[in-house]
């Protein structure tokens, strides 16, 4: 969408025809999901029909990519066949609650079913161990698993609930380790504040049963309300063809810093579709950044000369704790390019203020583009 919108902007209709593919139909604002599930927003409130942007002269199709055949320029749909001068792929990881054993036992706020199972079992629970974490480690928005126990415990004291206990387990050794050690001392800090348990070094999760989540050496941790990340997967289309990377579980490959495929070079990736290739994460906000600058490449080359955006190897990310917020700005200029083991993090938080921030961010996110 972001591609699409900015090559609209430069391009007239007679330098480019700019075609949206999208099997839903409707752009959804992930980070929202999580309000969803606290029953701030409804799934409606989130998203908005991609139809609107056909006012702006992109052609927007409601359908599913099934195939990519980038040696001879194609792409097939359910409904039809595409060529391209230039592809983006934007095919984004699917979450699979599907492919855990014993989902039925759990929720998750990582699709907008599963923020809206969240919000029942919410709704239902009275107390007790409160579990959260990952499948994996490959997941959308490294901090969400954290985000949603702040958020958990703030409700449940709201509402009065106070024989709860909430554990975050994951992959990681420490909270947020890959993003270096001001980056764990932080989130220590703010686990401390909300008296929120940290279990680290687990292995990927094996199967849920009916009140503990067993891991793949058959340990287990039991739970009265449990929330799982589900497993997240490429899309066939990316997996099965010349594009995938063997090394990064069929993930998109692509080069640094000009997120071209290596060898079919007029075709791009953006976004979570990408990134367990280049090592970054999966976020919106790293996508946004990456689409800005792969429509620079793309308008430079039909125009001639373009001075566009440069590669924005930044993140920034903001947080409702329901206390209150905290903001997390990254640079991973030298983590990408080699130069450092971790990005260079700076982090402000305690203050309500934030929590305004993110939905004030909502609101111009969809103004900017709807």
Not at 108 to 133: D, H, N, Q, S
Not at 198 to 223: L, T
Request: with cysteine; charged share 25%; proline share 7%.
């Amino acid at each position: 969408m972001v591609v699409a919108r900015k090559l609209s902007e430069h391009l007239t209709s007679s330098e480019a025809e700019i075609v949206l593919i999208d099997k839903n139909g409707r752009h959804l604002f992930w980070p929202s999901l999580l309000w969803v599930m606290t029953g701030i927003r409804e799934v409606d409130d989130i998203s908005r029909p991609l139809k609107l942007l056909e006012k702006r002269g992109i052609k927007v199709v409601v359908d599913e990519v099934i195939r990519i055949d980038p040696a001879d320029n194609k792409v097939a749909t359910k409904g039809g066949e595409y060529t391209y001068d230039y592809l983006v792929v934007a095919l984004g990881a699917t979450p699979r609650p599907d492919l855990l054993p014993g989902n039925e036992h759990i929720c998750a706020p990582w699709t907008p079913e599963g923020a809206l199972k969240c919000r029942k079992m919410l709704a239902e629970f009275r107390g007790g161990r409160v579990v959260i974490g990952s499948h994996d480690p490959i997941y959308k928005c490294a901090p969400a698993p954290f985000e949603a126990a702040f958020l958990i415990k703030y409700l449940m004291e709201q509402r009065g609930v106070t024989n709860i206990d909430v554990t975050v387990f994951h992959q990681w050794k420490e909270p947020m380790e890959p993003f270096g050690p001001f980056m764990v001392s932080m989130f220590k800090r703010f686990l401390d504040m909300y008296n929120i348990k940290f279990v680290g070094g687990k292995p990927n999760v094996a199967r849920v049963e009916e009140g503990r989540v067993v891991f793949e050496d058959n340990s287990s941790i039991e739970f009265d309300l449990g929330i799982v990340v589900p497993p997240h997967e490429p899309p066939p289309a990316v997996a099965q063809s010349e594009l995938a990377n063997p090394k990064a579980y069929n993930y998109m490959l692509v080069e640094l810093p000009t997120l071209r495929h290596p060898k079919y070079k007029n075709v791009f990736g953006v976004g979570d579709i990408i990134e367990p290739t280049i090592g970054l994460g999966m976020a919106g906000v790293f996508a946004h950044f990456q689409g800005e600058y792969v429509a620079s490449q793309i308008i430079d080359e039909i125009k001639g000369t373009f001075m566009g955006e440069h590669y924005n190897m930044t993140g920034v990310c903001v947080m409702d704790m329901g206390y209150m917020g905290a903001a997390v700005f990254c640079d991973f200029k030298d983590k990408l390019l080699g130069r450092a083991e971790y990005p260079n993090c700076y982090m402000i938080g305690g203050m309500r203020l934030f929590r305004a921030v993110k939905a004030t961010f909502e609101k111009l996110w969809f103004d900017k583009f709807f």
